[in-house]
């Protein structure tokens, strides 16, 4: 099963990343009014993103789309409002026809355009930095975009184990995934980039270097206008991932628009693209949301560990997780049963 057909509220990683760019959006309004903004995204089937941005921010001008025609016609059903529209589209074939588009569906002036693009397939990192950088062609200032891609090594290559078949060392296989990734991505490959890179601490870096190899490719320093990174986050769906948010600004009103934002003063800012925030988030009962929401941040890390009487070292996230919690537990989703 792939991580774009698991139930979207069985899935807390992807709640808390779809909350922190809800509410990096709110703080883009510091900047300049989103209400009139078209939101696009892919959405999937519940069409979680599009209900947050119109409950929390008010955008009306909603727009999913999906290649499958099947997912297509589930939207339609779980629209928060009967104005958003679902559309049948691969991600390529509209960003290369998005203005009209736009316009044949009632936008054909948009005052701003909020995209998020969400991709799953790790083969496919080519295109999909080329469809970013295709999609920053066309915008202009004010205009932000969120992209989501597979960051996980073993999505490049891991050995499969075969009787006879001699087990490769861990240099061989960050040498066969750096072969692979440049495979894929050409170009857009860092030049600082090295085979002892391809493990999952270091991927997203990569990915994210590569990215900003796409904006300077559509905004070179001779140019006025620039694509700025606002927050890059990486966490485990599955298989880790990586989403990536910007703005298209003036790059003389970059660091008045940071301040404004209160991006010095929010944990997941990235103003960089090294700068790469890791989410820890391990599924928790309500029990244990409960107290860790009543000690942290006021209790010693041990104390906290000592009332849970359980260490999350067992879960991969650790220490890290309980440091970090304070941070974004107003982001973590309630999951409640009810009979209805």
């Keep these: 099963m792939s991580a774009a057909s698991l139930p979207y509220h069985l899935r807390p990683h992807k709640a808390v990343d779809r909350r922190l760019f809800v509410d990096l959006l709110s703080r883009a309004e510091r900047w300049a009014p989103l209400s009139e903004a078209v939101y696009i995204s892919m959405g999937a089937y519940p069409l979680e993103d599009h209900k947050l941005v119109h409950r929390l921010l ?96 073993a999505a490049l290559f891991a050995h499969k184990s075969a009787p006879g078949v001699p087990q490769p060392t861990a240099a061989e296989v960050c040498q066969k995934r750096f072969e692979k990734l440049e ?63 910007g703005i298209v600004i003036k790059k003389s009103d970059e660091e008045e628009m940071q301040k404004r934002m209160g991006l010095a003063d929010w944990r997941f800012a990235s103003t960089n693209w090294s700068t790469i925030h890791r989410l820890a988030v391990p599924d928790l009962t309500l029990r244990e949301r409960l107290l860790l929401e009543r000690v942290i941040g006021t209790a010693p890390l041990e104390e906290i560990k000592r009332k849970l009487g359980f260490d999350f ?28």
């Design 313 to 340: 070292a067992e879960l991969d996230v650790g220490d890290e997780f309980l440091q970090s919690y304070e941070h974004y537990y107003r982001f973590y989703p309630s999951l409640l049963s009810a009979e209805l």
């Design 58 to 153: 008010g955008l009306r001008n909603l727009i999913a789309f999906d290649m499958d025609e099947h997912i297509v016609r589930r939207q339609k059903f779980n629209r928060p409002i009967n104005s958003c529209k679902c559309m049948c589209y691969s991600s390529d074939a509209l960003i290369a026809d998005l203005y009209t588009i736009l316009a044949e569906h009632g936008y054909p002036e948009p005052l701003n355009l909020i995209v998020w693009l969400d991709y799953t397939a790790p083969a496919q990192i080519g295109d999909q930095i080329r469809e970013f950088q295709a999609l920053i062609d066309k915008l202009k200032p004010g205009d932000i975009v969120r992209v989501t891609v597979n960051a996980h090594a």
């Design 183 to 245: 495979e894929r991505i050409g170009d857009y490959l860092p030049s600082t980039v090295s085979p002892e890179m391809m493990v999952d601490e270091k991927l997203p870096q990569v990915l994210s270097l590569a990215f900003s190899q796409a904006v300077l490719n559509s905004f070179p320093p001779s140019v006025e206008d620039t694509f700025a990174p606002l927050s890059i986050v990486r966490y485990k769906d599955g298989q880790q991932m990586l989403s990536l948010a």
